[in-house]
């Protein structure tokens, strides 16, 4: 056999060629992967990635905005989405490459609709409706029968414009089939409907037609901030199998159409009924003190027993005492004991005389008590001679100031020798009367006794402690401060303290709730955690109340639906359910309120004839009269009326102006110098 080696010598070269050139592709095609966001960081499902060189899509991110793609290492990937700028990226030999698409420029002024229109897809212009805290979005969009065949997809992704905020809330897309498209699609090698992010959205067209198709579209979306300026948008695109052939934006409507934002009403704050919320006393030991005084016979350690007081004085003392030692919340702790003399005589007589009389009265009145209560009592006793100065403050008291001067006199006279004192007032004519009427007021023994008690504090204690250490305040001491507050601001500050300390006091949330309302600044913050099926009537309708002045429409009817409607106000639930929407539920006991409001019902309800006529039979005079007529007499296609009527309103009130530029009803009114300013085109 002969081998020719200049012939196989030539194909291992061919071959080896092959293979480095093999090698060579494969060496320069690497694996990108990605994540998709928008400016603020947020995912975008659905995005395009495709090759640049040809606009084949290559692949589309999924739910989370991630793309996984096989890319030649120098080259590039151009990444396009409904509503968003295109952008094309250079690879560069990097392996992970995120990306951040930015909104789509819109054109504000752009759209003008036509009937003529065959190379546009051009979406009706329409207004945000609102009922309760939901936008509604309707419009209808013409798709010419040039544009749509068999082989293409039409998507359509509408949205809201928080132009306030800068933000876009995205509604339920649109994704329109051609038959061939769909099906063509489905038998896709490797292609699970279920993955695809849009599978759910999908319609088929199934039907032709000689002038085009017309989608029917409605949404609606929560907005919490209702006073804001919002714009609906509609972004679309249009594909075959392989690339993106048409790309569109429009707005569709400014401003929403809410004629309740001028309804009328006002509510009083609901105080708590059931005393179940009201906190119980907290016992606290306090000291606490007693006095008794009693008189004795003249030179005498035995009481008086002429003297009717002392068994007063006596039985007094001694059932305090009693009741004490029998209080399983008390315990005596002292027993003080003073014994004054008179001062006339020998000081050292009197002095000795008043300690009897001590020892003689703290045996009598110790000895009603328990031996075991003596045993644990403080006792202390001391004794003391009165002198003549406290006779002549008792002869002034007495207004007998001619007697009070002759005896100061002879205190002066004899300071210094009191012996000679006590002879010279002997000698005076008037010492009888000292002698009789007089000293013997100075004659007693004083009682002190000092017991612990567990009790409620009164007012005054509880203000001192709160001076001291507000944190040791008890949930009832709280409720007295709150209670007794001086005005509205000192309420407020004891009931934000008190939440502080104990977290579910309800009087406490539900007092400074109520404060909060009457100062006309509620806040549904304060509230929040308390509502519950459980939670008091009172507690639910202020929380209500909150939520209506923060515009948060439906979550003040989901408040009012944990209680029986017969248990809330009547007015109060009427007003929540209109500004939820349920107008039809409210219209009668709203329209009773006020001939104005039964004008603003009419408009909500789309009776624009019946709203008309009402308006037009009413004596207009405010600012918020003539506002409401222009609404009426506008969308009755009145246009003049509705002209004088606007600038009738703006004139008695500027400030409706800021409303009227983002009112749907009012807006095609102003001129255009009143409008809010747009660039023409807008970044977001």
């Given at each position: 056999m002969k081998i020719n080696l200049k012939h196989d010598r030539l194909i291992g070269i061919l071959l080896m060629a092959m293979l480095a050139s093999c090698i060579s592709v494969s060496a320069q095609r690497i694996r990108v992967q990605g994540h998709i966001t928008n400016p603020q960081g947020k995912s975008i499902p659905n995005v395009n990635v495709l090759n640049p060189a040809n606009d084949e899509r290559i692949e589309m991110s999924d739910e989370d905005g991630r793309y996984s793609v096989l890319v030649d290492k120098n080259g590039s990937l151009k990444f396009t989405c409904v509503g968003y700028e295109d952008k094309t990226v250079k690879v560069d030999g990097k392996q992970i490459l995120n990306v951040i698409l930015r909104d789509a420029v819109i054109e504000l002024d752009?759209?003008?609709?036509?009937?003529?229109?065959?190379d546009k897809v051009v979406p009706e212009p329409t207004d945000i409706e609102i009922k309760g805290n939901y936008f509604h979005l309707k419009t209808r969009v013409p798709v010419p029968k040039e544009m749509f065949n068999s082989h293409r997809r039409l998507v359509l992704q509408p949205s809201i414009y928080d132009v306030t905020l800068k933000k876009r809330l995205l509604m339920r897309p649109v994704v329109f089939d051609g038959g061939t498209y769909n099906t063509t699609q489905r038998r896709m090698y490797d292609y699970e409907i279920e993955e695809d992010p849009l599978h759910e959205y999908i319609q088929v067209k199934t039907t032709s037609s000689r002038k085009g198709d017309i989608i029917a579209y409605h949404d609606s979306i929560y907005i919490e901030y209702l006073q804001h300026d919002y714009r609906a948008d509609v972004h679309l695109a249009m594909e075959n199998y392989r690339n993106i052939i048409y790309r569109d934006s429009f707005s569709i409507a400014r401003g929403t159409v809410n004629p309740l934002?001028?309804?009328?009403y006002k509510f009083s704050a609901f105080k708590l009924t059931d005393e179940k919320y009201l906190p119980k006393p907290v016992m606290q030991l306090r000291d606490t003190k007693g006095e008794v005084n009693l008189t004795f016979v003249v030179g005498k350690a035995n009481l008086d027993d002429k003297?009717?007081?002392?068994?007063?004085?006596?039985n007094r003392l001694n059932q305090e005492l009693r009741s004490i030692e029998t209080n399983p919340d008390a315990s005596l702790k002292s027993f003080h004991i003073t014994g004054v003399a008179s001062p006339d005589g020998s000081y050292e007589s009197n002095l000795k005389l008043a300690k009897l009389r001590t020892d003689k009265a703290l045996e009598r009145i110790l000895s009603q008590l328990d031996p075991g209560t003596r045993k644990l009592l403080e006792v202390k006793s001391d004794a003391s001679v009165a002198s003549w100065k406290e006779v002549v403050g008792l002869l002034k008291k007495d207004s007998k100031h001619d007697l009070a001067k002759s005896v100061e006199e002879l205190i002066k006279q004899y300071e210094a020798t009191p012996y000679r004192l006590n002879?010279?007032?002997?000698?005076?004519?008037f010492y009888k009367e000292i002698a009789e009427v007089y000293l013997p007021k100075l004659r007693k023994v004083q009682y002190t006794y000092g017991y612990s008690?567990?009790?409620?504090?009164t007012d005054e204690e509880i203000r001192q402690l709160y001076k001291r250490h507000p944190k040791d305040l008890t949930r009832f001491e709280f409720y007295r401060m709150i209670a007794t507050a001086k005005d509205l601001n000192e309420k407020e500050k004891y009931c934000r303290e008190a939440l502080e300390l104990y977290d579910n006091f309800t009087y406490a949330a539900n007092e400074l709730a109520v404060a909060t309302?009457?100062?006309e600044a509620p806040d549904s913050r304060i509230l929040e955690p308390f509502v519950s099926k459980s939670a008091p009537v009172e507690l639910l309708s202020n929380q209500a109340i909150a939520l209506l002045h923060e515009g948060k429409y439906t979550k003040a009817d989901s408040v009012l639906t944990l209680v029986p409607e017969e248990t809330v106000s009547g007015d109060l639930l009427a007003i929540v359910q209109a500004m939820a929407g349920y107008y039809n539920d409210a219209f009668e006991k709203v329209a009773a309120t006020s001939s104005f409001n039964e004008v603003v019902m009419l408009l909500a309800m789309k009776k624009n004839q019946e709203a008309w006529d009402k308006i037009s039979a009413m004596e207009v005079k405010t600012a918020r009269e003539y506002y409401i007529k222009a609404i009426a007499a506008n969308r009755m296609e009145k246009v003049g009326d509705a002209i004088m009527s606007i600038e009738k309103a703006l004139e008695l009130d500027p400030s409706l102006l800021e409303t009227a530029r983002v009112d749907g009803d009012i807006i095609d009114l102003l001129p255009e110098e009143q409008k809010i300013k747009?660039?023409?085109t807008t970044k977001e």
């Open positions: 752009e759209v003008t609709i036509t009937s003529k229109i065959k934002r001028f309804l009328e003297n009717p007081r002392n068994q007063v004085e006596l002879h010279a007032l002997k000698t005076k004519h008690i567990f009790r409620s504090l309302i009457q100062r747009n660039d023409n």
